[in-house]
């Protein structure tokens, strides 16, 4: 199973910061039931353990920072202990699966039906994950334009539902025909989207200043959708690969992970109190 993951997403492939690669378990222990998450917490930890799961596959990195002590006083110390004494083991694919060809952004492109799919930020020539086809985001065609307005209300139907939602900066009324998508946080590629031409860029994690500085300079309208709801596509290609080439069990946890739970709309100027006098 570690074989044919690495084969698909070469660790050599992750960007310098990033940890991925086995984190947990025996290399050689036969593996029966893999569950596909974003993020490795309680609640998917619980669901691999409820499915009889021998192995978790996660996007995010449980260990990316260094620690001192795995001791169950700590958060992530707990999920470790659980791990161990439940007997799953944890394999993480990141950035490596950001890059690859197809990876995270191609499920993405895949909920909008983009076409002539190119990579947004490609690798610097002579790194390991360089090459044709690979690198971050995907940009490509609509099926049909779409105005902003209605790119948004579509985007919030093809992705995973979440309580943030999907927001949009720029003009309603434009009209969008290319589409730029990163799974994940996105801001550091506003300027490959607007190098690159296209009417629109789809990502997460977009802040206040970039994105007003973006729109200022006459960037690419821009929509924000939740980071868990930009990378669970991902899963169910993951998932069909690994089905398919070492004829595992293979399940896709729809757990949301994304930390926001709550989202209030102004209410519609017709829904408004009117002003009362003393």
Do not use: Q
Not at 111 to 131: E, Y
């Amino acid at each position: 199973m570690v074989a044919e993951l690495e084969r698909r997403y070469p660790p050599a492939w992750a960007e310098e910061w990033d940890r991925v690669g086995l984190v947990l378990g025996e290399p050689c222990a036969p593996v029966r039931r893999v569950l596909c998450v974003v993020d490795v917490v309680p609640e998917t930890v619980a669901e691999a353990i409820d499915a009889g799961a021998d192995l978790i596959v996660a996007h995010h990195p449980l260990l990316l920072r260094g620690v001192s002590s795995v001791a169950p006083t700590t958060y992530k110390g707990r999920i470790i202990h659980r791990l161990i004494k439940a007997d799953v083991a944890l394999y993480v694919a990141h950035t490596n699966a950001d890059v690859a060809d197809p990876g995270v952004s191609d499920a993405l492109a895949a909920r909008f039906g983009l076409t002539d799919l190119r990579p947004l930020h490609r690798p610097a020539p002579g790194s390991a994950a360089h090459g044709a086809g690979r690198g971050v985001g995907r940009i490509g065609e609509l099926p049909a334009p779409m105005t902003l307005a209605e790119l948004t209300r579509h985007a919030a139907a093809v992705l995973p539902a979440t309580a943030w939602g999907v927001r949009a900066a720029g003009d309603p009324h434009r009209v969008v025909r290319t589409l730029a998508v990163s799974g994940g946080s996105g801001d550091s590629f506003l300027g490959d989207a607007t190098v690159a031409g296209v009417d629109a860029f789809l990502t997460a994690d977009l802040r206040h200043h970039p994105a007003g500085e973006h729109l200022a300079a006459e960037g690419p309208a821009l929509l924000d959708a939740a980071h868990w709801a930009t990378e669970r596509p991902w899963l169910d290609d993951l998932a069909a690969v690994l089905r398919e080439t070492t004829g595992v069990e293979t399940l896709v946890s729809d757990l949301d992970t994304d930390p926001w739970t709550v989202h209030a709309a102004p209410p519609a100027a017709d829904d408004k109190e009117p002003d009362r006098e003393g």
